[in-house]
């Protein structure tokens, strides 16, 4: 079991491993769903769901399955989870889902999910595994957010479009369109707009940790305050 504590799991599931920005898994559905921000939250809740589930039963298995079937028992709890998801959106957002499609179902093939159980949900508790889930579909749920209002925004000048398919009626005036009803950059809703994104997105992440280093480097390296310069000349008896 690794020694890591609760805070160490929250900034690397929302900031310092994230597994979009960092360990860019799970691209696939990242890319191809986001065009929206109704479909990114729709895919980002199941997958949030699934990592938290996955990795609890993970953990509470995890002194009593052997080694030689460990990796196929971790691929069929996933499958199990995303199942009752998927359940679960046919009976609650069916509209949802068939937007969604396949990328529903392709959850289990999401390298993210059984990388955390394998790596970390494995070796420890159940309460700091299931935290790790949360904190990892957290992180990715942001990205997906993030990716799905930026391409909506600038690619059909809409923000919050059908949230009724998730929220029921209450949802259905919600949409704002701040750039009119004509607007349109077809680029930036189609695939080459969600690499686009993607990597403005990742560079923003990199250049907000190189600035975090180097204000830390200088702080560590600037003097003490009130400390002084001693010269010592002669002979000392």
């Known amino acids: 079991m ?3 504590t609760a805070s160490e799991v929250v900034k690397n599931g929302l900031w310092t491993n994230n597994p979009a920005l960092v360990q860019l898994l799970g691209l696939c559905p990242l890319l191809a769903v986001t065009g929206s ?3 990114a939250l729709g895919l980002g809740i199941a997958t949030l769901a699934v990592l938290v589930g996955s990795n609890t039963i993970v953990s509470l298995i995890r002194n009593h399955v052997s080694d030689a079937v460990r990796l196929p028992a971790f691929v069929i709890i996933i499958a199990a989870f995303v199942t009752c998801a998927e359940l679960l959106m046919k009976a609650f957002t069916y509209d949802l889902y068939q937007i969604l499609g396949i990328f529903i179902p392709l959850i289990v093939t999401n390298c993210a999910i059984l990388g955390r159980a394998e790596a970390f949900a494995s070796k420890n508790k159940v309460g700091i595994a299931a935290l790790d889930g949360l904190m990892m579909g ?5 990205v997906l957010v993030a990716l799905g209002a930026i391409r909506e925004l600038l690619g059909s000048g809409t923000l919050f479009a059908d949230m009724h398919l998730l929220f029921g009626p209450m949802a259905s005036t919600w949409m704002l369109q701040p750039f009119g009803d004509n607007y349109s950059f077809l680029i930036v809703v189609l695939p080459p707009g969600a690499f686009l994104v993607t990597g403005f997105l990742i560079a923003i992440k990199n250049a907000i940790d190189t600035a975090n280093k180097r204000r830390a480097d200088a702080q560590r390296d600037a003097p003490v305050k009130g400390a002084k310069r001693i010269r010592t000349t002669g002979h000392i008896s």
């Open 2 to 4: 690794s020694d890591v």
């Open 37 to 39: 921000v109704v479909n």
């Open 138 to 142: 957290l992180g990715f749920l942001a």
